[in-house]
């Protein structure tokens, strides 16, 4: 008789122990059916591959049920992604077995979304023909176009046909060897081969995030590695949509582990391909040289730079080798004119009547010089004043962590400011970053953008298409716009006043 009670006791302590385990068990199998239902099995290669250039409005003929499930299903994984994040933050035993979890689950989700159609984004089937006319085709993808090859069968599928590639030669090199093992393959394989392309940079992320917090915050090392793994953002533009973007950051978050050891030339270099992918991780070499500085001193710094820039240069030389036509292989002055979803946007619509005198507002912008180059130079000056602020603070504090505090800073507000062309998948470079910080409010602000970012494609490709056909109007963009980049605006000016206010009260209850 007196074995029950103990018997009970017995079970509650190991239900209490397990009880993280059985929670993310749970968020997994409901993230997991969510994945594949509403999408992975909804919206098929299988059943929607030979439609070329497919949003959700058009693949759904602009169904109110297909919104109402895309919204329904993105509220609820966040949610079940906050959750599992509370629970792993208040974890301390199992390590192991949460770790299988978080990475089995991460696998899974992957594969849910493996097969589905590229929706509300066609930038899989530029890398394809890319890749294509440079394996197949024997074109430089730096210098020519997709429309010199009209016979392509990915030709119909791509997007960005009369201009080259936006992307760097490492990327370029990855989609050759690509396309050159997979050409002969059928359309749907190949999709599928350039997403595990950017799966295999989603895990390396992932384990990169997970070594560096070992080594700086081994209590946050779990919840780490599932702010980005378990990130509905990340999965879906990975897995779902194909983006490279994972790609680019295994090379940050490499380049970031290698500083966390102190090892600053390979995270440089490390950093340094990551430009050869996407030119954003330069911003965040200088950040690594002046970390480096404080903490080699003069003689051993100037080491650094030397031997930095001498295997940097040497890869870059090498990987541009195959691509050079001249100094435009890397020209970018088209980007002052490319604006879409930011606030720069908004603002050029409004300021088009003033600046250039665009009086006609029923149809899309042209190029507008004097309104472009005004909002292109006025944004990348309030981002070097931010720039410039976050190198003074890092002077003051130049260990790791004030360097990854540092890199989310300016990678924020090169999002939110100088970003004048956005797309929600940029967010994924935030996250890959944010992964590395205590919980504090810019943590939060990020994963809440997260999720914000997600009504970008529903509210312009769903709703605002239809509208667009008709009359275009500026509020068009700035319905989209003050949704999912207004509230962070907010968030952080009211922040910012909270705390000023505080130092004032602060200062007046100082004795005098």
């Known amino acids: 008789m007196d074995i029950q009670p103990h018997t009970s006791i017995s079970m509650i302590n190991q239900f209490r122990r397990y009880q993280g385990v ?50 329904g299903a993105m509220v609820v994984l966040f949610m079940l992604y906050g959750a599992a994040l509370m629970v792993l933050a208040r974890q301390r035993a199992n390590a192991l077995l949460l770790g299988l979890i978080i990475g089995v689950s991460s696998i899974a989700f992957c594969l849910a979304l493996i097969t589905l159609y590229p929706l509300d984004a066609a930038d899989i089937y530029d890398y394809i023909i890319r890749g294509r006319m440079s394996a197949v085709h024997g074109l430089n993808p730096l210098q020519h176009l997709p429309s010199q090859v009209p016979l392509d069968p990915f030709y119909p599928f791509a997007a960005w046909r009369r201009v080259p590639s936006a992307y760097g030669p490492v990327w370029e090199i990855i989609a050759h060897n690509v396309s050159l093992v997979t050409s002969a393959w059928n359309r749907d394989a190949q999709v599928i081969a350039y997403k ?19 080594q700086i915050a081994p209590h946050r090392a779990l919840v780490g590695a599932a702010i980005f793994l378990w990130n509905p953002l990340v999965i879906y533009m990975t897995a779902g949509m194909g983006h490279n973007d994972t790609v680019m950051t295994a090379c940050v978050a490499f380049g970031l582990y290698c500083a966390s050891r102190r090892w600053f030339i390979t995270a440089s270099v490390g950093v340094g391909v990551g430009v050869l992918i996407k030119f954003i991780p330069v911003l965040l070499l200088p950040l690594i040289a002046l970390t480096a500085w404080r903490a080699l001193g003069v003689r051993r710094w100037l080491r650094y730079a030397l031997l930095t820039t001498l295997i940097g240069g040497g890869i870059a030389i090498a990987s541009y080798t195959p691509y050079w036509h001249g100094w435009d292989t890397i020209r970018a002055e088209r980007r002052a004119f490319m604006f879409t979803g930011s606030v720069a946007t908004v603002a050029r619509h409004w300021l088009m009547p003033i600046l250039d005198g665009e009086t006609n507002l029923t149809t899309p912008p042209r190029e507008t010089p004097i309104t472009s180059g005004v909002l292109a130079n006025g944004t990348l000056i309030i981002f070097a004043a931010v720039y410039l602020l976050e190198m003074v603070q890092l002077w003051r504090q130049p260990e790791s962590l004030g360097m990854i505090g540092a890199s989310v800073r300016v990678i924020f507000a090169y999002l939110l400011i100088t970003s004048i062309w956005f797309h929600a998948w940029y967010v994924i470079w935030l996250i890959a970053l944010i992964a590395l910080m205590d919980d504090t409010p810019t943590r939060r602000l990020a994963l809440w953008f997260s999720y914000l970012v997600t009504w ?28 999912y980049m207004g509230i962070p605006y907010a968030l952080i000016i009211r922040y910012h006043w909270m705390r000023w206010q505080g130092q004032k009260h602060s200062a007046a209850s100082l004795p005098e």
């Open 22 to 71: 059985l929670a993310l068990l749970g968020a997994t199998a409901g993230m997991l059916a969510l994945y594949w239902l509403a999408f992975g099995d909804r919206y098929s290669l299988n059943a929607f591959g030979d439609r070329p250039r497919q949003s959700l409005g058009t693949m759904t003929n602009f169904s109110n049920e297909a919104a109402y499930l895309y919204v």
């Open 196 to 214: 595990g392309i950017a799966v295999a940079g989603y895990a390396l992320t992932g384990g990169f995030i997970a070594l560096t917090l070992r």
């Open 456 to 483: 970008q494609s529903l509210l312009y490709n769903h709703f605002d298409w239809r509208t667009r056909s008709g009359a275009w109007l500026p509020w068009l963009d700035l319905i989209p716009v003050v949704i």
